[in-house]
């Protein structure tokens, strides 16, 4: 019903940065509240950011705050994550989720909460 796609992971040296994209798309439009998840092999998935319809209100996990901007195109179902002084740590399978029926200024930072996710992009940041 609904498909969402990330793209924009690769492969980037510890300092650098990288610009992951995701858009949901559906046969009607609606409002959704968006946020990117990451998983490392071995790992739970955990949730780095969060926006709001609005694209006012936003969360941060604490291990990206201040390295990490998320953003979104005003009015539209297109999201970005601006990954900037990147650690190894980092590295992990980064995922976009769309949480429906959402009002415009809630973030939702639960996994449980969100409807539709992505199939995932790999970010690696070497040392």
């Known amino acids: 019903q609904v498909q969402v796609v990330e793209s924009g992971g690769g492969s980037v040296q510890a300092g650098g940065s990288l610009r992951l994209s995701c858009t949901a798309t559906?046969?009607?439009?609606?409002?959704?509240?968006m946020g990117w998840f990451r998983q490392a092999p071995g790992k739970e998935r955990e949730s780095v950011a969060a926006?709001?319809?609005?694209?006012?209100?936003?969360f941060y996990s604490d291990s990206v705050k201040g390295r990490f901007t998320i953003s979104r195109v005003s009015g539209r179902n297109t999201v970005y994550l601006q990954m900037d002084s990147l650690k190894p740590e980092d590295t992990a399978v980064y995922y976009c989720?769309?949480?429906?029926?959402?009002?415009?200024?809630?973030?939702?930072?639960?996994?449980?909460?969100?409807?539709?996710w992505g199939q995932g992009t790999q970010v690696t940041v070497s040392s």
């Open positions: 989720a769309a949480s429906s029926g959402v009002r415009s200024p809630v973030v939702r930072t639960n996994a449980d909460e969100y409807h539709y």
């Open positions: 559906g046969p009607t439009f609606n409002r959704y509240g």
């Open positions: 926006v709001s319809w609005s694209g006012v209100n936003t």
